[in-house]
């Protein structure tokens, strides 16, 4: 099942079998430092006092691992950041060596070794990954970005079916799936908040944006899934949430999502699949605005259960 980042990188672990031609590419200091942990000498490393823009990404198999953005002079020696290109794209471990407890961090994807990381950098995060210059190669902006160091190729699907933090929790499972946020969709009023949605006169619909990757999972799969996770005949509810801002739908993309859904709310239609009809509705995705931080990965954060049924048993 592969791994992603929510910045869109695949990060699942590659095998012996893999690394095995990128670490035929590599020399003997490289190999070293990256798969024997070594560090670099102090002050002698060539990403130390690179200022340009851009990203750094790991030396062995390409991952985005951190933005000049997050640069900082420590004055230690090594290049210095404060935070990560994407928390998942670095792995930390207890490495206690030479008799001291240190933080050691590698990459999420290669495991190859970048350094340490220390409590003592600069706000916001109060972090300094310090790393090996060795470890990293660094892409400036407006360079060709390789293909191993580019996110994944995604889609977008909006689905509105009741409580937005059910219908979240259960999209993340599904494998293939990137990203999922909760949000507000279909209103007309810019910027609502949960308060003003929950009085059901901005319009909005509590809504899952679903990021994903079309070639492992296809658009189809997620709406029958979504079909499963709620009952779509029910008129500006589902269960005990009542209001408008609970109400069915799908917001399509393009005309290829719409003709799907169409073909789809037909088939069950014409199969009897429910007493009544099903009344979920379909309209061109309007502005997608995010729900504040409390609602993202709510069950995952509370450990609340939702209403919603598993749509992958």
Known sequence: MPIYS?????????????????????????????QKAGTEQPFCGTLLDNKKSGFYSCVVCGLPLFSSQHKFTSGTGWPSFFSPFAPEHVKSKIDTKFDMNRTEIV????????????????????????LNSISLHFIEDGEEIPTQSKPVETETAYFAGGCFWGIEHWFQKGMGV????????????????????CTG?????????????????????????????????????????????????VWTTSDEQAKIVDAYIKELTESNEYD???????ESAKTFYLAEEGHQDYIETTGRACHVTNPWE
């Open 6 to 34: 929510r910045s869109g990188y695949e990060i699942t672990p590659l095998t012996e079998k893999q690394l095995k031609p990128l670490l035929a590419e590599l020399d003997s200091e490289t190999i070293r430092i990256t």
């Open 276 to 282: 009544v009809p099903i009344a979920t509705q379909i």
């Open 201 to 249: 006169k901005s319009g909005h619909a509590e809504t899952a944006k679903v990021t994903f990757d079309p070639k492992v999972i296809a658009f189809e799969t997620l709406l029958k899934a979504f079909f499963k996770m709620h009952d779509p005949t029910q008129v500006d509810r589902q269960g005990p949430d009542i209001g408008s801002q609970y109400r069915s739908g």
């Open 107 to 130: 990459c999420a994807r290669c495991d190859a070794h970048l350094g340490h990381v220390f409590e003592d950098g600069p706000k916001p995060t109060g972090k300094r990954f310090c």
């Open 178 to 197: 990137i990203n999922v946020e909760s949000g507000y969709m279909q209103g007309e009023t810019k910027d609502p908040t949960y308060k003003e949605v």
